[in-house]
């Protein structure tokens, strides 16, 4: 079977969650026998991460303006090759590369399925634009496609109040890479490697914007640090103009001493930072099952996470604790768990057991097939 994935970017730093869901799906299609392709823009291209998909074909086309993404030459693209696949996957919303492929696959009545990934709420910058997008592009998209992906189960209902019927819904969550477990991550090496003393360290890892939330983090940690004077919160990502920020929110509050910040960290690093962590804290005002959730708790470290994450199922085996995206709910959610180290190291193992036997990616690959299948063979038949 021949699968065309087409997303916006395949940048490993900016990309975000959405990327490493399209590059994982992608690799793990291929491992299993299907010829897969990406179509894509240039964005942030990373030659070292893509020579890691093996032989996964990447089409990265070039583009202007960053922000719109307008892709070069996918007009000709689309013209030469849109039947060349079985079955086309539309990942992500507010991206023209999606708008202009679906575009041509209903001219030419080609199947696909689409993937909102998250991007179904209007937020942040552009939201006018973004109402229209939603009301001329988004609802055919997912009216037209023969299933929809939902990632958690308030994706599931976002697609249901969009008209979408249940039986053309089908529920996938993120997945782990089990071989991303087996590298060295000894606590020591992160410690080293940032010059941090031996304090236990809270931590986040995220895209430093408002929406993920880490001011709401360093105001809930100064209300409780008093009460909890040996912990340090360290905080680690990219820099989405929020920084500075942050910076002088710590200074304010009169922690400077207590907080770390880092750039992004990956592979052996990241690891070992969540292995050095008492507990990993996922703030966010909205998310959707954000892919940092599952490695923490692989790693054995328990989660803090907000009720915003859309991740409940890890509070329900025992593994995080999911609280309001409010100064006063992570407060709380941090004073509960700290004043019991003993119930940090129960819900560590919990939170292992879960993710490592429920999102192993090479399982999630096979629901991914029958899906494609499912879509390529209703195609034929109609």
């Known amino acids: 079977m021949r699968i065309l994935n087409v997303i916006m970017c395949l940048d490993p730093v900016e990309g975000g969650g959405s990327v490493e869901r ?37 089409v990265a086309l070039p583009y202007l303006s960053k922000r719109f993404r307008i892709p070069l030459g996918l007009f000709g693209w689309l013209r030469r090759s849109i039947f ?9 919303n507010w991206t023209l590369i999606n708008v202009i492929t679906y575009l041509y696959l209903r001219f030419y009545r080609r199947p696909y399925i689409y993937s909102a990934m998250g991007w179904l709420k209007i937020d942040g910058r552009l939201k006018l634009l973004k109402h ?34 249940k039986d053309k819904i089908c529920l996938v969550p993120n997945g782990l890479i089990m071989d991303s477990l087996l590298i060295n991550s000894e606590e020591k090496i992160f410690r080293s490697n940032y010059h941090l003393d031996s304090r ?42 929020f920084l500075e920020e942050l910076r002088q929110l710590v200074n304010r509050l009169n922690i400077k001493d207590k907080v770390t910040f880092l750039g992004p960290i990956f592979g052996t690093e990241k690891f ?5 962590a008492d507990l990993f804290v996922i703030p966010s005002r909205f998310d959707t099952m954000t ?25 329900e085996q025992g593994g995080g604790l999911a ?26 193992r919990r939170a ?31």
């Open 22 to 58: 399209i590059y994982q799906l992608s690799r793990h299609l291929s491992l299993a026998g299907q010829d897969c392709v990406i179509l894509t823009t240039r964005q942030g291209w990373d030659q070292e991460y893509i020579r890691k998909l093996g032989n996964v074909k990447v």
């Open 84 to 92: 060349d696949y079985d079955v086309v996957h539309l990942a992500m």
């Open 132 to 165: 229209i997008y939603k009301a001329i592009f988004t609802r055919s998209m997912v009216k037209n496609s023969k299933m929809c992906i939902a990632v958690t189960r308030r994706e599931v209902k976002d697609y249901e109040e969009m008209g979408v019927p």
């Open 200 to 241: 236990p360290v809270i931590l986040f890892i995220g895209r430093l914007n408002r929406i993920k939330g880490p001011d709401l983090l360093i105001e809930a940690f100064a209300g409780i640090s008093n009460n909890f004077p040996d912990y340090q919160l360290v905080i680690a990502g990219n820099n989405y103009g």
């Open 272 to 276: 070992s930072a969540y292995c050095s």
């Open 291 to 315: 892919i940092v959730a599952l490695e923490a708790a692989a790693s054995g470290t328990p989660v803090l996470l907000t009720k915003q994450c859309d991740f409940d199922e890890l509070q």
């Open 323 to 348: 609280v309001d995206a409010t100064v006063e709910g992570l407060k709380g959610g941090l004073s509960e768990l700290l004043s019991n180290r003993e119930r940090l190291k129960v819900m560590g």
């Open 352 to 382: 292992r057991d879960y993710v490592l036997k429920t999102y192993n990616w090479s399982d999630l690959c096979k629901r991914w097939v029958e899906i494609f299948e499912k879509a390529k063979n209703e195609n034929i038949n109609s």
